[in-house]
């Protein structure tokens, strides 16, 4: 069971950066819910709530969420619609799939004004005959039922009969409850759906001539494509009633396989040494064996006399845990428990192989010379032409003929940059201009110098 907490809120609110309390849409979907709980105390702004495809008995603690929208409870295990009154705002409400075989309980969104979309498609009451129009007739504020539209006249004359269609539809889910009592009572429990009817036609379709040995031979060649085990086998093939309680039956079965498997392959990933552990077959002849899944590269056709192998050994992997075994028609590599082999299609020298492994990768190379070389052709000299023989002669006169380097004997001379003017009289003209001198005029005698009067430049 999983319990709708802060945490999986936050979770599934990564789409509003972790924030709940601004949170206006969620999806709570798959995810295993029984019950309905802390969202109208920590999502009071909620407009969109998608809860459809888990185990939900009840419609409750929504009715704080009065920005309410759409609220989609499809593919769950509710049988009665209820607390969805104080829902203001509500629109659009999905009950697809479920057990609402109380009819009458839909008068209780009379008072959601603004609902306009309904679906009710795959619950008992949708199969009464005056399903319809009831729900027409006592919810007049809707648009659609089940996704068909309300026309105006089915709107009225489902109001104006809405007496007589309420006193079939009770009548109706009475009989509904009662059949089901019944049913309860008369099989224990137990109702035979169309699994269970699938299963009887297969039995009934036996063929006139055949005994019971051959129809049994015909059933277990069915049930041979089944991986789980006879317990398995038993209760998938036995109908049981479509029940909330078979639903959970149901899930409660998924989930033990489930665990089940995820601890065989915990098993497997946490065996740290493989089942194949032997490097050798019957008859003494050599496998090929890469128990770490190492990726390595085998070159013996470059060198016709060497045989190359590169192994991409992990960088982290310490060079004292490495041991390297060549021999003659095989190599060997042992680390961490784990054995890389590698049988070889030609003899090679150990004694005479190497072994080095890169500081920067951590990858192992090893060169093995084979143990019958190939002798390789000397190439014949090269005969040169008269061509080059006289150009290497050419050179070799010029080599022993010194030259120097000529230089004026004459003294150096200053260099005279008067003369590259044409006109050396011109006297080149300053770039900027002179200043100009300001000449004072005389004072007069009558010239009083007052101290208190400022100077006038």
Avoid at 38 to 56: G, V
Avoid at 226 to 231: A, I, L, M, S, V
Avoid at 430 to 436: F, G, L, V
Avoid at 444 to 451: R, T
């Amino acid at each position: 069971m999983v319990v709708i907490t802060e945490e999986l809120i936050r979770k599934r609110a990564e789409h509003n950066e972790g924030l709940i309390f601004s949170l206006e849409e969620i999806s709570l979907h798959q995810s295993d819910i029984e019950k309905i709980e802390n969202i109208d105390k920590l999502c009071r702004d909620l407009k969109i709530l998608y809860l459809q495809s888990n185990l939900i008995d009840r419609i409750e603690n929504v009715s704080k969420l009065k920005q309410l929208e759409y609220l989609n409870l499809a593919l769950n295990n509710v049988q009665r619609v209820e607390n969805l009154e104080k829902c203001e705002n509500l629109k659009k409400l999905d009950l697809t799939v479920n057990f609402v075989a109380e009819l009458t309980s839909l008068e209780t969104l009379r008072g959601n004004e603004f609902l306009e979309d309904l679906y009710l498609t795959g619950n008992p009451c949708s199969k009464f005959e005056d399903y319809r129009s009831f729900v027409v007739g006592t919810l007049p504020q809707l648009k659609r039922l089940d996704g068909i539209e309300i026309t105006n006249t089915e709107r009225l004359e489902a109001i104006q009969n809405i007496r007589s269609l309420r006193e079939s539809v009770v009548r109706e889910q009475n009989d509904h409850f009662l059949k089901e009592q019944r049913k309860r009572e008369g099989r224990g429990g137990r109702w035979y759906t169309d699994i269970g009817a699938e299963t009887a036609q297969i039995r009934d379709d036996k063929q006139p001539g055949a005994t019971d040995k051959d129809n049994h031979n015909v059933m277990v060649e069915d049930e041979e494509g089944d991986t789980g085990n006879e317990n398995n086998k038993d209760f998938w093939n036995e109908p049981t009633e479509y029940t909330p309680e078979t639903r959970k039956e149901i899930h409660r079965k998924l989930e033990a396989d489930r665990a089940a498997a995820e601890e065989q392959r915990q098993n497997v990933r946490s065996n740290k040494i493989p089942k194949r552990q032997t490097v050798l077959e019957r008859n003494g002849k050599r496998l090929n064996l890469n128990q770490a899944k190492w990726p390595f590269r085998l070159d013996d056709c470059s060198d016709a006399n060497l045989v190359s192998l590169e192994v991409g050994i992990p960088k982290y992997l310490g060079t004292h845990q490495i041991d390297v075994d060549v021999q003659a028609d095989y190599v060997k590599i042992v680390a961490e428990n784990r054995t890389f082999q590698l049988v070889l299609q030609s003899e090679v020298s150990p004694d005479a192989s190497t072994c080095q492994r890169s500081q920067i990768t951590g990858e192992l190379s090893l060169k093995m010379p084979k143990l019958h070389q190939i002798p390789v052709l000397s190439s014949k000299p090269k005969v040169k032409s008269f061509k080059e023989e006289n150009s290497q002669f050419i050179s070799a006169e010029k080599a022993k003929t010194s030259t120097f380097l000529e230089f004026d004997s004459k003294p150096k001379v200053d260099v005279d940059y008067s003369k590259i003017v044409e006109n050396n009289q011109k006297i080149l003209k300053p770039m900027s201009k002179p200043a100009k001198v300001v000449i004072e005029k005389p004072v007069s005698a009558d010239f009083i110098d007052n101290d208190d009067v400022p100077p006038l430049i």
